[in-house]
């Protein structure tokens, strides 16, 4: 019952360095999404996917890139890391769109800007 | 658009006390209403919904909300809470003409119990 799995769970980065965060999910849900945590602020709308080979922008989507090259699959890129992107990001997937259908969240991943 | 206010960041309680952590939304439009709940070092996960019907929902773990629209609030209580219960709790709203994308997250208020 592995559910939404993210690797890596930890990483420190130096600004200007780029990582991709990977969301796998075996529940073969449609929609998927990447949600940053900071504090005090709630979970903020990344980028998210509705299906196999689509992605949006969120939120907050600047700084990040994704793909969903396979639908269990949901990737997150930095392409040039900046300290203001040291946070605790969350992969979610849900069935349904996640307005009526339960969201489903993996441990998340903790990154570090230097 | 639509706004979610968790009135309080943080809310110590005995254990074995009852709880109410608040929570206040905005809409012009009819609303769902959802309680997630963070456990230490673990992601969300949906301790109850409202959609429609009768205004009063019950959760897991012994959770019980009440969506009332006068008041615009969906407060989540519980009679009487364990240490098990010491978590981050975040309400959010979102709405049957939104997307995937407008799921609004509360900034979440942590419950600590006391022994």
């Known amino acids: 019952n592995a559910g939404v799995t993210q690797t890596p769970k930890f990483r420190v980065l130096k600004t200007g360095q780029s990582m991709t965060l990977l969301c796998a999910q075996d529940?073969?849900?449609?929609?998927m999404y990447w949600y940053r945590q900071d504090p005090g602020m709630g979970l903020r709308l990344i980028h998210y996917?509705?299906?196999?080979?689509?992605?949006a922008k969120g939120e907050v989507p600047d700084g990040y890139n994704v793909s969903r090259l396979k639908k269990q699959n949901f990737l997150l890129g930095l392409e040039s890391a900046a300290p203001s992107q040291t946070s605790v990001y969350f992969c979610a997937s849900s069935y349904l769109s996640g307005v009526t259908g339960e969201l489903f969240f993996g441990e998340g991943s903790r990154l570090t800007v230097l | 658009a639509q706004s979610v206010t968790q009135l309080d960041s943080q809310v110590p309680v005995f254990e074995e006390a009852p709880v109410e952590l608040r929570c206040n939304y905005s809409s012009s439009v009819s609303v769902y209403l959802f309680w997630y709940v963070q456990y230490p070092n673990q992601g969300l996960q949906l301790l109850l919904k409202y959609l429609s019907g009768s205004t009063l929902v019950k959760g897991i773990n012994g959770f019980e909300a009440e969506f009332n629209k006068s008041q615009t609030s969906f407060h989540l209580r519980k009679p009487s809470v364990h240490i098990s219960d010491t978590a981050e709790y975040f309400c959010a709203v979102s709405g049957p003409r939104s997307s995937a994308s407008k799921i609004i997250f509360g900034s979440g208020t942590r419950l600590s119990i006391r022994p």
């Open positions: 529940m073969n849900h449609e929609y």
């Open positions: 996917s509705v299906g196999e080979g689509t992605t």
